[in-house]
Each structure stands twice: as structure tokens, then as C-alpha cells.
């Protein structure tokens, strides 16, 4: 039971509309981006984390109250591509009991060549 | 030709740490690097930030890690081609290397280690239909020459740095105008170079467009103007010789992708159970940029990969000879 309570479902609609219901633990400081991944769902999250690549862009289809977004992940909003006003990185999402239901679907994918 | 005993592609924190551990083994190394400093993304893009995990330092910024790295690889006298990118590796008669760069320095080298991170950083391009088409023809993501500018309309987007220091080099520097469009009202940049950017639109030397992005591109084979989306809804076209995005850069596995080397994921597979051998023999990967089951792309386990690939690299270059680990505690470190 104890168990039970620490953990949320979120919903993640991938690139070909696809749901998934994930569950996740609270009690272990995971961010969006690394459930994503830990899910196996196509977030590359290059960058580790750290705001600076937006590989793991969301948008946030329900109407949860998430903490605001820290200026780091402000600027690289501002660089990024096909934001939205609902646009947030994963990465900078914790996972929190506030956030059972939570509803996100994820940005496009950057198709790049590997042209440098 | 630079020759070497080991070349080394990648300068981060685990290539320059190879550089150690081959220079215990009195093997000596030449690194590549396409950043113009050593240190990789612990320099260039997060040297201010705090990493908790090097075993021994309880919490280290990353610039100093690299610094620390450099002072600890000094005796070794280690080479450096920075600012270049490794494009071509050809195999010589007795398995030995040549690695040529983009700017065709060649490198001679019997053994190669590749730490290449996530790979060569690039500009990061906006997903713009057309782009390519003007690349070089109006486009550009470098700056190679400002001269070119010279008497031309320059359109530049972006909100950090690079953005803000070209449009006022620009305006100060012979641009018939210049106007910067940026998708936000605040840059991420340095505050000297944002008010300077402030006071050059207040006078008219830089037509500022916030909360705007350019979403079209358009010309006869050389771009001639773009389209600008503000988000009130309005949208501008503005006549221009140049377009600069500048949005930073991005890592990309970039030409070792072409190596033959067998890759999964954007990442090289190497031989865990052994020494980090990719399937080219001499060819070894350590670091983020290989893969194997349980990896984990962390700085500490991209410093054992080096420790264990320098033994293998050791019997490849001298088959005769016998090496046995020895401790820097007991013998010291001892210079070239």
C-alpha cells in the first residue's frame, strides 16, 4: 500500500498519437524527461537534463498547476522550436503527487540529418 | 604529419584523462578537438556548473575539473588540433591510422580512442522549409568573414551571446542595417551586451523585434527578404541580403558515424568484457559517445574505460613487450 501512495499515472501521447499511461514513483526525484526515457518513449534528452537542448519539449494538455518555468528553461523555450503556450521541458518537470493525471504529449522531433 | 602514439578524438574531461593513463603507460597522445579549447561540453557549455560525482571531490564546477584534468596531464606534453573536426580515417598497411580533419591536418597514429561525447557540436537550424536552399546564399550560422556584411542588410535571430555580439558588431561595423528578431523579450546573454542592444535600437542602429520569430524565407537563388511572425499576429516581410540564426549549438555523432564503426542509438559499440575495442581493431571508443549493456554516461565510468583501454592500446603498439600496472603511489608520475 505504502508503495501505492507514492506512485502517480501520467499519459504520454507520442508522435503517432499514441497514448501511454505510465506509472511513476514520487520518491525518487525523476523528472518527465527521464520517465520518458526509462519508458523507452523517443525522448532523446541530450543535454542530461540541464535545459539546454530541448530534445525532451512537451506540451501540457491538462490543466495542472506545474511550477513555472526557471529562466534557464525560459531562454532555451525562446531558442527552441514549434512552442507552444503550453511548452515545458520534461527535464524540468518533477515528478510529484500533485501530478497524478498529468497529461503530455510530446513536441515534434527534430528531423536533422547528421550534415554538420 | 603529426605522429603519435595514440590519437585521441574528443578533448572532454575522459579524452584528456586518456592522455594520463597513456602517459603512465610512457605512451604519448595527440588529441582533436572541434571546439577551439580543451574540455568539451564541460567548457564550453556548462563550465559554471557543479558536478557532485567525481569520486574524491565532494562537489567540483566543471571548468575547474577541466582544469584540474590539464594540470594533471601536463607532464605527458600532450598534442592538441583544436578547433578542427576528424572527417577521414584511413587504414594504413601494419593497421596503423591517418586521421585527416576538415581543415586537412593529418594525423599518423597506430592506435585511435575515440571520446567524442555526443560528437561534434553544430549549429542548431531552425526547421524552416528552404533553408538548405540558401545555405551559403544569404544563410549562414558562422560568421567566417564579418567583412562580407559590409553594406548589407543582415537579419539576425536569436536571444544568447552570439546573437546579441554579432548585431552590434555589425551595426558597428559597416552593416547598412541590421535588425535582430528574437521569439522572447529577454535574452540570455550578458547584461553589458543587452543594454548595449537596448541603446543601439533606441538610436536606430538595430531594429529590435521581440516576441517575433521568422517562420518563411524566400529569394532567387540568393535569399532576398524573411518573414517575420510577431505574436500579435502581425507579420512583416522584411527585405534582406543575409539571414544569421543564430541559436546555438547542437551535438550531432557527425563523419565517425562513417567509420565502418558498428553504431546503436547514436553511440559506438564497444567490447565491455575486454577494453573498449570498437569492431575496427586499433579503433577503441570510451566515454558518452559508447555503448554497451548497463552503460552509463557518467564522467567517473568514461575514466575507468580509459584506464582499461590504455592496457590494450599498450599491447597493440609493443606485442613483445610486458607491462604490468604499476602505482603512481609507488612510482610517481614521471614526466616526458
Not at chain 2, 167 to 180: E, F, H, Q, T, W
Not at chain 2, 181 to 202: C, G, K, L, M, W
Request: include cysteine; aromatic fraction near 8%.
Amino acid at each position: 500500500m505504502l508503495f501505492k501512495m507514492s506512485t502517480i499515472t501520467i499519459t504520454i501521447i507520442d508522435r503517432n498519437q499514441e497514448t501511454h499511461q505510465v506509472e511513476c514513483p514520487t520518491d525518487m526525484g525523476l523528472n518527465l524527461m527521464e520517465v520518458c526515457k526509462s519508458y523507452e518513449l523517443p525522448v532523446e534528452g541530450t543535454c542530461g537534463g540541464m535545459a539546454l537542448c530541448a530534445s525532451c519539449q512537451v506540451y501540457v494538455e491538462s490543466s495542472h498547476e506545474l511550477t513555472e518555468r526557471s529562466d534557464d528553461e525560459q531562454a532555451m523555450l525562446d531558442e527552441a522550436w514549434y512552442v507552444e503556450d503550453n511548452s515545458r521541458l520534461g527535464c524540468q518537470i518533477k515528478l510529484g503527487l500533485e501530478l497524478d493525471g498529468l497529461v503530455v504529449r510530446l513536441a515534434p522531433e527534430l528531423v536533422e540529418t547528421n550534415d554538420w | 604529419m603529426i605522429k603519435t602514439d595514440v590519437l585521441i578524438i574528443g578533448a572532454g574531461p575522459v579524452g584528456l584523462f586518456t592522455v594520463f593513463e597513456l602517459g603512465l603507460l610512457k605512451l604519448r597522445s595527440h588529441l582533436i578537438d572541434t571546439l577551439p579549447q580543451p574540455g568539451g561540453q564541460c567548457a564550453e557549455i556548462y563550465p559554471k556548473k557543479p558536478i557532485y560525482d567525481i569520486p574524491g571531490y565532494p562537489e567540483v564546477l566543471a571548468g575547474d575539473l577541466v582544469d584540474n584534468l590539464l594540470k594533471q596531464i601536463e607532464p605527458f606534453k600532450p598534442g592538441f588540433t583544436l578547433g578542427e573536426a576528424a572527417v577521414d580515417i584511413d587504414e594504413q598497411e601494419g593497421g596503423s591510422f591517418i586521421v585527416t580533419t576538415n581543415k586537412g591536418t593529418k594525423h599518423h597514429a597506430p592506435v585511435v580512442v575515440i571520446a567524442g561525447g555526443l560528437g561534434v557540436f553544430v549549429p542548431r537550424k531552425p526547421p524552416i522549409q528552404d533553408l538548405a536552399r540558401f545555405e551559403d546564399r544569404g544563410i549562414a550560422y558562422i560568421i567566417k568573414n564579418p567583412e562580407e556584411y559590409r553594406g548589407k542588410d543582415v537579419v539576425i535571430s536569436g536571444g544568447g551571446d552570439s546573437a546579441l555580439d554579432w548585431s552590434i558588431y555589425l551595426a558597428d561595423n559597416g552593416a547598412k542595417s541590421v535588425s535582430l528578431v528574437h521569439r522572447s523579450q529577454s535574452f540570455r546573454a550578458h547584461p553589458d551586451s543587452v543594454q548595449t542592444a537596448i541603446n543601439y535600437a533606441e538610436q536606430g542602429k538595430i531594429r529590435l523585434l521581440t516576441d517575433a520569430e521568422i517562420k518563411r524565407i524566400a529569394g532567387n537563388g540568393v535569399l532576398n527578404s524573411v518573414e517575420v511572425f510577431h505574436k500579435s499576429g502581425e507579420r512583416e516581410s522584411l527585405q534582406t541580403d543575409a539571414w544569421l540564426p543564430l541559436f546555438g549549438l547542437t551535438p550531432k555523432l557527425g563523419p565517425i558515424a562513417n567509420w565502418g564503426l558498428e553504431i546503436d542509438k547514436n553511440a559506438i559499440v564497444v567490447d565491455n568484457a575486454t577494453d573498449y575495442s570498437t569492431n575496427r581493431p586499433g579503433i577503441y571508443a570510451v566515454g558518452d559517445v559508447n555503448t554497451y549493456p548497463g552503460k552509463l554516461k557518467l564522467i567517473l565510468c568514461g575514466f575507468h574505460e580509459a584506464a582499461i583501454m590504455a592496457q590494450s592500446a599498450f599491447k597493440r603498439i609493443y606485442p613483445d613487450k610486458k607491462n604490468v600496472l604499476k602505482y603512481t603511489t609507488v612510482n610517481g608520475v614521471n614526466a616526458f
